[in-house]
């Protein structure tokens, strides 16, 4: 196979692996500020991030220009489509990676990315709403990326001081997020199982209430009854997703993987910021715990994308 055919299915899901290096990238910042370690090792995931998202940014577009066609059936396309807002939600994982090092940066690549995620979200969503061949079978956690991105931007927003544009945004991702919900646990308990391929996608489903946790932590400025709601329910997804790990390690691998990455962080940050906000010993162990599983699962999912890549096994045309 040529490689510039290659890069017609190159995929637009790949812009998981930024998520997911961006988390391990604000865990390890959220650990280094909770414990006061010397060391600072988010200084060297931050630039190696950027430098991965500028790669794929790059090779997508490259695919814009030379493979209209491939990206428009991704557009149109059910599961994929949920994929794009992966973009926007890149760059307002960066912009919060370069709070401190970087502010201004941040702030530029907030708004930018705050806009891109609007007009995904709209887009989306009007898909969804007059769509003529969406099922039920389509219908898996990844619908719930474009949400996810809405509740993220209060992290860094409130921080540049945009309270209101930060509320709206996490209006909308609260809100959809129940709606969503509640249909992908329908689909699960009364309709086929989901395909092996897209099974990782069910840790997708702790990030909304991890991610609504620390925004609304940044928001409100502090515990109340409904942010103990948002963390325990993240904290008990997290525990019946691990309780079925030897199932999801059964799997073949694939870029679907990345769906453990971010997820894990999303909850790996609360639990931090719930030993901040309790000075409970027990918050401080969990967060410990899962920032280990976080740095393996990162790392064993590097290994075996750079092997993927490597034997041609990814960008190859679907089944």
């Known amino acids: 196979m040529k490689e510039t055919s290659r890069l017609a299915y190159f995929p637009i899901s790949f812009f998981a692996v930024v998520m997911g290096l961006a988390g ?22 931050i630039p190696f991030t950027t430098l991965i998202f500028a ?5 997508y577009l490259m695919k814009v220009v030379r493979h209209p066609r491939e990206v428009i059936q991704e557009l149109n396309h059910p599961v994929k489509l949920n994929f794009f807002p992966a973009v926007s939600i ?20 907030w708004i930018f990315g705050t806009c891109l995620h609007l007009a995904f979200t709209l887009y989306v969503m009007n898909v969804w709403i007059y769509h003529d061949k969406f099922e039920i079978h389509h219908i898996n956690p990844a619908w719930f990326i474009p949400v996810v991105g809405n509740v993220l931007v209060p992290i860094a927003g409130t921080t540049h001081g945009h309270f ?9 991702g609260i809100i959809f997020w129940l709606v969503l919900f509640t249909i992908i646990i329908n689909r699960v308990l009364f309709h086929h199982p989901l395909p092996d391929k897209v099974m990782p996608t069910f840790f997708i489903l702790i990030a909304p209430p991890a991610v609504g946790f620390i925004s609304y932590m940044k928001l409100s400025g502090g515990m109340d009854n409904f942010a103990h709601i948002l963390y325990y329910s993240g904290l008990f997804l997290t525990l019946l997703l691990l309780t079925q790990a030897p199932r999801f390690t059964r799997l073949q691998f694939s ?13 790996t940050i609360a639990t931090l910021l719930m030993y901040q906000a309790s000075s409970q010993i027990g918050f401080a162990v969990i967060g410990w715990a899962l920032l280990t599983l976080l740095t393996l699962v990162v790392t064993y999912l590097l290994y075996r994308t750079l092997k993927a890549v490597g034997g041609n096994l990814i960008c190859l045309p679907e089944d």
């Open 255 to 267: 870029l679907s993987w990345w769906a453990y990455s971010f997820p894990l962080a999303a909850i």
């Open 90 to 109: 890149s760059l307002i994982l960066l912009s919060v990676t370069l709070l401190k090092p970087l502010p201004s940066l941040s702030y530029g690549l």
């Open 24 to 45: 391990l990238c604000i865990a390890w910042e959220t650990t280094q500020t909770t414990f006061d370690l010397p060391f600072r090792i988010d200084a060297a995931l």
């Open 55 to 59: 790669i794929l940014l790059t090779l």
């Open 164 to 172: 209101e544009i930060s509320w709206f945004f996490f209006s909308i």
